[in-house]
């Protein structure tokens, strides 16, 4: 008989107030782990004070041109999205479109299906809202990320600056038109 190999159960729900300083954990500690080997401590740290606190997260759930979906894995959070309706880069031809601003999952619970999820359900609720166009900002570096970008359908539509602490990088856009197609 073969092994039977059973992921765990995880929980999607919308984040709600009380979630802040969880969400500030989760946001710095998937940002280390994702880009802190690759850029200098004083740049991390910079952008980690100036996004990952528990009171400007409080602030983005509290913005109403946002949305942020948690998904929850051992009592735990293990990976977040956050949408935020409104002005896009020049090179995102749309009438409605919505940034997909941050999709995150613990290190630890990669492979356990939470990136697709949340990618899913962001796409379906930006599509029932009446969304033309998704797009998201992605380091060019990064290119587990862009994979997994590329199989949801979304293709390069130009480039913007992103600032790390004292370093402007490149953030390549990407844009996938509403109704998305599933992973390829």
């Given at each position: 008989m073969?092994?039977?190999?059973?992921?765990?159960?995880?929980?999607?729900?919308?984040?709600?107030?009380?979630?802040?300083?969880?969400?500030?954990e989760l946001g710095a500690a998937t940002f280390v782990e994702t880009f802190g080997a690759q850029n200098r401590a004083s740049d991390?740290?910079?952008?980690l004070a100036a996004h990952f606190s528990p009171a400007l997260q409080a602030a983005e759930?509290?913005?109403p041109r946002g949305a942020v979906l948690v998904a929850e894995l051992d009592g735990g959070l293990a990976g977040y999205a956050r949408t935020l309706d409104g002005a896009a880069p020049a090179c995102v031809h749309a009438a409605?479109?919505?940034?997909?601003?941050r999709l995150y999952v613990?290190?630890?619970?990669?492979?356990?299906?939470?990136?697709?999820a949340l990618m899913r359900r962001v796409l379906d609720d930006a599509h029932a809202a009446g969304r033309d166009v998704l797009w998201l900002g992605v380091w060019?570096?990064?290119?587990?990320?862009r994979r997994f970008y590329e199989k949801w359908g979304?293709?390069?539509?130009?480039?913007?600056?992103?600032?790390?602490?004292?370093?402007?990088?490149r953030d390549l856009v990407l844009t996938v038109a509403l109704p998305a197609p599933g992973p390829r």
């Open positions: 073969a092994d039977t190999v059973f992921a765990p159960a995880f929980q999607l729900r919308a984040a709600v107030a009380a979630d802040a300083p969880a969400l500030a991390v740290d910079a952008h759930l509290a913005d409605r479109p919505r940034e997909l601003a613990r290190r630890s619970a990669l492979g356990a299906g939470i990136g697709p060019e570096h990064n290119p587990r990320a979304f293709v390069e539509a130009g480039d913007v600056p992103y600032v790390l602490g004292d370093d402007v990088q």
